[in-house]
């Protein structure tokens, strides 16, 4: 994951330093840079699915810095969602964020109409899948 992205992101955001998750690119992702005892390991036998995990890092330089700097990338969300992107990230071998489109402290964004013209202007991309009901995928 490249440090950069990730200060982008959380520039575009005016997001302090508050963690981020990831979506990992497949569970051997997890398995070898995450610590998972027998209890996360049953657990994330859910993945893929609509779950994030918080695991303890065991390779910290698996993702950005800037992913969790308040404690220093001890720690990381991880999702693997249900979703057609998923197989994109599974392709590029690489973890994404995963972060709600809104700036922080303001409303998340339900569909195209209700995106932060700031944000918009800032991206570089936009996937849209359509409104969202209650503003968290």
Same mark, same amino acid.
Request: charged share 30%; hydrophobic share 35%.
């Given at each position: ?40 390991? +049953?657990?994330? @036998?859910?993945?893929?699915? &609509? ?6 890092? %065991?390779?910290?330089? =698996?993702?950005? $810095? ?20 998923? +197989?994109?990230? @599974?392709?590029?071998?690489? &973890? ?6 809104? %700036?922080?402290?303001? =409303?998340?964004? $339900? ?27």
């Amino acid at each position: 994951m490249i440090e950069e992205s990730v200060s982008r992101i959380r520039e575009i955001k005016e997001r302090d330093e508050k963690p981020f998750s990831i979506i990992v690119p497949d569970i051997n992702f997890v398995f070898e840079n995450c610590v998972v005892n027998r209890e996360a390991e +049953e657990k994330l @036998k859910l993945l893929p699915g &609509p779950y994030t995990f918080f695991l303890s890092l %065991k390779n910290k330089n =698996s993702i950005a $810095t800037a992913i969790n700097p308040q404690d220093n990338n001890q720690s990381v969300g991880v999702r693997i969602p249900d979703v057609w992107f998923t +197989e994109f990230i @599974k392709e590029s071998n690489a &973890p994404f964020v995963t972060t709600s489109v809104n %700036k922080s402290g303001e =409303s998340y964004m $339900t569909n195209l109409e209700n995106l932060d013209k700031d944000i918009f202007e800032k991206v570089d991309y936009i996937i849209y899948e359509g409104e969202i009901d209650n503003g968290v995928s």
